[in-house]
């Protein structure tokens, strides 16, 4: 079975750090290429970060450009994304996902990935 689970939402302050975990099992546990988006109520969902198979390409939006940060640890078979300088803004579910079928990558775009978590919630109080 197929699985991603991310952990490590919860309440922040404006300008604090979290750092969110995305472990993977099952199918997901082979090399693949991984990416963070978040969504809000009414709005699509939109791309955070991304980064391939072996942490050597990475991809961020940017209204997270030198805030987040993605890694990974394949020893874990987990995927990081730390958030610093939180802003209000930042509240959202965050979903991380992954696509096994061409790790080597980085993906912007929902589409190109074939397996998601049921996300992780950050809300940042200004």
């Known amino acids: 079975q197929e699985l991603l689970a991310e952990s490590g939402g919860g309440l922040a302050q ?3 750090s979290l750092r969110l975990s995305c472990a993977a099992s099952g199918r997901t546990r082979s090399p693949y290429a991984a990416g963070w988006f978040r969504q809000v109520p009414g709005k699509e969902r939109e791309f955070v970060a991304a980064i391939n198979w072996n942490g050597g390409s990475t991809y961020y939006a940017d209204f997270v450009k030198g805030r987040f940060t993605i890694s990974r640890d394949n020893v874990k078979n987990t995927v990081y994304l730390q958030m610093n300088s939180l802003k209000a803004e930042d509240t959202a579910r965050y979903y991380c996902a ?17 397996y998601w978590g049921q996300g992780t919630q950050v809300t940042v109080s200004s």
């Open 14 to 16: 404006a300008g604090g």
């Open 98 to 114: 992954s696509n096994p079928t061409a790790p080597w990558a980085t993906y912007l775009g929902a589409p190109e990935y074939d």
